[in-house]
């Protein structure tokens, strides 16, 4: 099975930080990773899929880069709205996709 | 618009069965394979089992092999997931989810297991 970890575990930032979440995969999954946010109570919400295409809808302050085994989620510019739980998925073992443990976002 | 709506969830003891079901509107659910996604309480994701578009292929994750089924009948656009042999660890909100196909100049691709389209969730409780 693939793992996937997820760094850091929780982070603080304040409204209009630059945020990164990184996102290991325990082998390589080539470019077969997305990205999701979840708020509390509320099911996810798929930001980016592919490592980097964004998915129509979301701001342009998100984006996603890597391949292979290393991802990053950057958000440029922190907004309000932003405050949640983020997950990363690896979909290369396809149905047998895994999710990270997430990271969650709170402010400071 | 395009909506998936569970129900059926509830509290059940440990060994019994429950079955969910996932309505869904606003896209032609024929054409798509079909996801449950499932939540520990205070947890993170996991993915339980896919039905392909017509039903003729399922495959689920090692923790429900052999206790879950996953089935759908298009013609009530409707998705479910027969629970049996339930256990604690089981306890969870399910999601059912449906996967992104993105068109572009005429031509469609749908990345593996990308999920645009969640239910808003139904709890499954199992305890004694």
């Known amino acids: 099975d693939i793992q996937m970890t997820q760094s850091p575990s929780s982070l603080s930032a304040s409204v209009g930080d630059r945020v990164t979440i990184t996102c290991r995969a325990s082998?390589?999954?080539?470019?077969?990773l997305n990205w999701y946010q979840q708020k509390p109570g509320k099911a996810p919400k798929l930001l980016i899929y592919?490592?980097?295409s964004l998915q129509s809808g979301v701001p342009s302050r998100f984006s996603g880069s890597g391949s292979g085994t290393d991802f990053t989620l950057t958000i440029s510019s922190l907004q309000p709205e932003d405050f949640a739980t983020y997950y990363c998925q690896q979909s290369y073992s396809t149905p047998h996709n895994t999710f990270g443990p997430g990271t969650k976002v709170d402010i400071k | 618009q395009v909506q998936l709506v569970e129900s059926g969830g509830g509290v059940v003891q440990p060994g019994r069965s429950l079955r969910l079901s996932c309505a869904a509107s606003?896209?032609?659910?024929?054409?798509?394979?079909m996801h449950w996604v499932r939540q520990a309480p205070g947890k993170g994701l996991e993915w339980v089992a896919v039905i392909s578009y017509d039903g003729s292929n399922k495959y689920y994750a090692d923790s429900v092999k052999g206790r879950f089924t996953i089935s759908r009948d298009n013609s009530k656009n409707t998705l479910y997931l027969q629970m049996n042999s339930l256990r604690a660890e089981d306890t969870a909100v399910y999601y059912c989810?449906?996967?992104?196909?993105?068109?572009?100049?005429?031509?469609?691709?749908?990345?593996?297991?990308?999920?645009?389209?969640w239910g808003q969730g139904t709890m499954v409780t199992v305890s004694s």
């Open positions: 592919a490592a980097s």
């Open positions: 606003g896209f032609t659910f024929s054409s798509y394979g």
């Open positions: 082998q390589s999954i080539s470019s077969y």
């Open positions: 989810a449906k996967p992104l196909l993105y068109c572009s100049g005429g031509s469609c691709y749908s990345p593996p297991d990308a999920f645009d389209i």
